[in-house]
């Protein structure tokens, strides 16, 4: 049974990191791209950051890039967000999510993601 779990969400003033964490079990995803999406109450879940399978391309929404960071551990079963200089407007539920390339280039579409984690949330404080 594949299993992602999120870690690492929490409350932390604007301006502060966090460093989130998604645990994959179940089968073999070195193939697969990873990505984080985000949803506050009331809104649709949103894309926030991608990674390739071998951790060589990243792509980021604009409203985290430059902030947001997302890498994968040596595993092929660990993927990190690291957030920096965090806003009041990145409050949301954080979740993870894997997917089996279908087409050239990181997806930014929920609906192609195959995998997903329960979500972790992150309350950002003014």
């Known amino acids: 049974q594949v299993q992602l779990v999120e870690s690492g969400g929490g409350l932390v003033q604007a301006g502060g990191s966090l460093r989130l964490s998604c645990a994959a079990s179940g089968r073999t995803f070195s193939s697969y791209d990873w990505g984080w999406f985000r949803q506050a109450p009331g809104k649709e879940r949103e894309f926030v950051a991608a990674?390739?399978?071998?951790?060589?391309?990243?792509y980021y929404a604009d409203s985290v890039k430059g902030r947001f960071t997302i890498s994968r551990g040596i595993a092929d079963k660990m993927v990190y967000l690291r957030m920096n200089s965090l806003k009041p407007e990145d409050t949301a539920v954080y979740y993870c999510?894997?997917?089996?390339?279908?087409?050239?280039?990181?997806?930014?579409?929920?609906?192609?993601?195959?995998?997903w984690g329960q979500g972790t949330q992150v309350t950002v404080s003014s």
């Open positions: 999510a894997a997917e089996s390339p279908r087409r050239a280039g990181l997806a930014d579409s929920r609906d192609e993601y195959d995998y």
């Open positions: 990674i390739n399978w071998s951790g060589t391309s990243t």
